[in-house]
């Protein structure tokens, strides 16, 4: 009995049915498009699939052009930058943040350019005054990419075109300024030299704007420096004295204006005064000649009367009479009461008049000293 080996078969029939059987086991084609039905296209595109050769090259070249394409169309930008985007060299639009999609390489270019950061310089220059004095500014200037386009394709090297403007623009509002305002004004001369930096900027199309120009320091050179300070010094020392004599005069020229103002109202009472004496001592001579005109001796003696009484009024007053005793006549405010009391010694011919004198008559000229505690009148 013959029998049959499992994979061989004598015939057709034998192997014909191990065709089907193997046959059977076979993936199955899906049905309509899916995943699976691209990859299968993928094969047969490239020769993969069925027998007889590894695939033509020219598919895998095809494949990599295209993975390539497919990734040069695609551009991300960061939060920071901007991208501008060249065509055929030539300017075409500016990428904002975010993915964005181009024409493949070569058609488009993208460069990248930070936008938002700001960078900062610092230099420092040798200057010449207004009055001929050099002196040393240190300066500090920052910016930022304001223009992405006149940045990169506005002019060749911005930043250098920046920093030559910068010096520029320090050393002509230096140039114009004495050095004591470069020393002591830096402030307004920094806020002018930013505004003409920024027209410089802007006609040099450098694509940047300036936030900040600080001048930091200014000083004389190294050389100088002690004559420096020794001016210095000599300046605050007049300032001082300045201030001093200001002050002096703020508090004297107020007194000497009011004692001005005092001496003028007393200079106008006294004028005042004059006048009105003056013009009643005329009215009253022109009634008084009028009155002599009337009666000249009454007028006269009245006038003689009045003259001796002014004259008498602040003088001792010494009555005497035929005797040897004075009368004291007690003046306005004297405390003593009325009395009398011997005299002081006199002269005969006071005491007596001449008048021929019998013995019986004669007195002795010499008198009794007055008690203590008596005194003459007194006005």
């Known amino acids: 009995m013959a029998w049959n080996t499992p994979g061989s078969g004598s015939g057709s029939g034998g192997s014909g049915n191990n065709g089907n059987r193997n046959n059977n086991w076979k993936p199955r084609k899906s049905q309509g498009g899916g995943l699976g039905d691209v990859i299968d296209r993928l094969r047969g595109l490239l020769g993969g699939a069925g027998g007889g050769g590894g695939g033509n090259p020219l598919r895998w070249v095809l494949l990599g052009i295209g993975i390539l394409v497919l990734f040069s169309s695609f551009q991300l930008i960061g939060e920071q930058q901007r991208g501008v985007v060249l065509r055929f060299g030539q300017y075409a639009r500016t990428m904002q943040p975010g993915p964005n ?92 030299a930013k505004l003409r930096l920024q027209e410089s900027l802007g006609a040099y199309k450098t694509g940047l704007i300036v936030t900040t120009l600080e001048m930091l320091n200014a000083r004389p050179p190294e050389e100088v420096q002690p004559a420096f300070d020794a001016v210095n010094g000599a300046q605050q020392v007049r300032e001082s004295l300045i201030n001093g004599a200001q002050a002096y005069a703020a508090k004297v020229v107020p007194e000497a204006r009011g004692e001005a103002a005092r001496r003028r109202t007393v200079a106008e009472g006294y004028k005042s005064e004059v006048v009105a004496r003056a013009q009643g001592d005329a009215q009253r ?86 008690p203590a505690g008596r005194e003459e009148a007194q006005p």
């Open 101 to 192: 999609f181009k024409w493949p390489w070569p058609i488009e270019s993208v460069t990248k350019v930070n936008a938002t950061q700001f960078s900062n310089f610092n230099n420092t220059v040798s200057v010449l005054t207004r009055d001929e004095n050099i002196v040393r500014i240190e300066f500090n200037v920052q910016y930022r990419v304001s223009d992405p386009q006149l940045y990169l394709y506005g002019t060749r090297g911005a930043v250098a075109v920046l920093e030559q403007a910068a010096q520029s623009a320090v050393r002509e509002q230096v140039g114009r300024s004495d050095f004591n305002a470069v020393i002591n004004q830096r402030g307004p001369m920094a806020d002018a």
């Open 285 to 370: 001579f022109e009634l008084l000649q009028a009155e002599y005109k009337n009666a000249p001796d009454v007028t006269r003696k009245r006038l003689w009367l009045e003259t001796v009484q002014r004259v008498l009024t602040d003088n001792r007053k010494v009555v005497g009479g035929d005797g040897r005793q004075l009368i004291y006549v007690p003046m306005a405010g004297a405390s003593s009461p009325t009395a009398t009391a011997p005299a002081a010694p006199l002269p005969a011919d006071m005491i007596m008049p001449q008048v021929e004198s019998t013995p019986s008559t004669i007195r002795s000229p010499v008198r009794t000293p007055r």
